[in-house]
């Protein structure tokens, strides 16, 4: 079973600080996502990545994903109350093209 | 409507029952998927229809059937369930079978008593 690991698995921040979490797994994925998932909603699609060595910016979230296209981290600048959710990363492994697995997520809570 | 829609948005049923769940999606994708996801777990793969065929079943109990009747709409029928397949289901939807990026419904809660 191919594993993805994030960490951490809860982060409790105020607002304005900066914070970053991880996802991890020892095989190389051919594309990675990161989605955020509030409180009885489905996730939402923030970013993908598909070349080592990427980064992409969506306004404070920055995304980069490894080298090795084995780990990839999200980086949040000045967070705000609105970032509150639970973040998940999902990888495709070269040949299993949009069988996603997911990683257990990091649930963020941002308050005032 | 926008995006993928799912109905109802909370169920709660006894083991006896026979329920159905409705996804549907108005983005013009050709493949949908049905995902568990349980507390505390990640979510899990249970079905995937690329073109109302499906191309995925990822060992998932009987009880459980999916439907695919047009690529605008998905089913997952019920019957007999267990509390411990209570969780939450989602619905998804991509361009195609293979496309890197999937969009989410928001759910059905579903307890089991």
């Known amino acids: 079973t191919q594993l993805l690991e994030q960490s951490p698995q809860f982060l409790s921040i105020q607002e304005g600080e900066n914070l970053t979490v991880y996802c991890n797994s020892s095989?190389?994925?051919?594309?990675l996502q990161w989605y955020r998932q509030e409180p009885g909603e489905g996730p939402v699609l923030l970013v993908t990545?598909?070349?080592?060595?990427e980064v992409k910016k969506l306004k404070r979230l920055t995304f980069q994903f490894g080298d090795a296209r084995k780990d990839s981290s999200l980086h949040i600048t000045a967070a705000q109350p609105g970032d509150t959710g639970l973040y998940l990363c999902?990888?495709?492994?070269?040949?299993?093209?949009?069988?996603?697995?997911f990683g257990t997520g990091t649930r963020l809570q941002v308050t005032l | 409507e926008t995006g993928v829609t799912q109905t109802p948005r909370h169920l709660v049923m006894g083991m006896t029952n026979k329920k159905s769940l409705k996804c549907e999606q108005h983005?013009?994708?050709?493949?949908m998927y049905w995902y568990k996801q349980s507390a505390k777990k990640p979510l899990e793969l249970m079905f995937v229809?690329?073109?109302?065929?499906?191309?995925e079943n990822n060992s998932v109990p009987s009880r459980f059937s999916p439907e695919c009747p047009n690529s605008s709409h998905l089913f997952l029928h019920l019957h007999t369930l267990q509390p411990e397949d209570s969780a939450l289901y989602l619905c998804?939807?991509?361009?195609?079978?293979?496309?890197?990026?999937?969009?989410f419904g928001p759910g059905t809660r579903l307890t089991v008593t």
């Open positions: 229809y690329s073109l109302e065929e499906r191309v």
């Open positions: 998804a939807s991509s361009q195609d079978w293979g496309s890197y990026e999937q969009y």
């Open positions: 095989s190389v994925f051919s594309s």
């Open positions: 999902a990888g495709a492994w070269t040949g299993t093209a949009s069988k996603l697995t």
């Open positions: 983005l013009g994708h050709n493949a």
């Open positions: 990545v598909v070349t080592g060595g």
